[in-house]
Structures are given as C-alpha cells and as structure tokens.
C-alpha cells in the first residue's frame, strides 16, 4: 500500500477467500471493525459473492480517526462457500490533511502501511460457523 504525497483520494483495495472457513460449511458473519488512522477518509467491507454481486457488512463514507472499533450488524449475513471477503480503505494525503507542526502544516510526503505518521488499511468480520 502506498498512498502519494497530495492524492485527496488514494484507493486501496484487496480481497481474499476465506476458504479455511467457509470450505464445504457456511458462516454467519455478525459484525465487522475498521482499522484506518488519520489520513483515512472512507473504509468499506463486504462480501463479493460467487454470483458477482456485492453485500456490504461495514461502510463508514466519511471516516474520522477513532472510528476504529467493532460494529455489531442488525442481522447476521451469509458467508458462503466461493465468497471472497474485500476491504477498500480510501485515503485523504492531501495539504489540508497534514499534522501541523509548530503552528505549520508539515508538507504532503508519500506514506505505506503503519509506522509513524503513516496510515493502514484493515477489516475484520465476526462469524460464527453455522
């Protein structure tokens, strides 16, 4: 992951398939929890089902720092086999996002996954095997 320095809008998307789970079995998933930090602006997390569509379990469109906790669904959803899990972290690394430094904004820099002043991008779901 690599965000530039000034991109109001960088995109960081993956997606897996948790087949150690959901192999011949369906789950429940429950709720989902955010990790982004400072820089972050939007944060999705959803299921790509087989037959191409698209369940959201979390969707945070205007992420402030902190939001980063579980969230409990209203009502459990499937995980079935041959669905793959995504996360999409958008990133705000623009002049107006900088830490200011001694009554100075400090300038836009490039920045990568965790460590200092940088950012991150995680989604982790609550399931329970049906």
Not at 4 to 26: I, M, S
Not at 28 to 50: D, E, N, V
Not at 94 to 109: H, L, M, N, Y
Request: net charge negative; hydrophobic share 35%.
């Amino acid at each position: 992951m690599l965000v530039r320095a000034g991109d109001p809008d960088a995109t960081y998307f993956y997606r897996y398939k948790p087949v150690l789970f959901t192999v011949e079995k369906r789950v429940k998933a429950y709720g989902g929890a955010p990790q982004m930090q400072a820089f972050g602006s939007r944060f999705l997390l959803g299921i790509l089902r087989a037959d191409g569509t698209r369940s959201c379990i979390l969707e945070i469109p205007r992420w402030r720092f902190g939001w980063d906790q579980p969230y409990r669904l209203a009502e459990p959803m499937d995980l079935n086999p041959g669905d793959q899990v995504y996360v999409e972290c958008h990133f705000d690394n623009s002049e107006s996002k900088q830490p200011v430094i001694d009554g100075v904004p400090a300038p836009p820099r490039d920045f990568a996954w965790g460590g200092n002043n940088q950012d991150m991008c995680a989604g982790f779901i609550t399931f329970v095997e049906e």
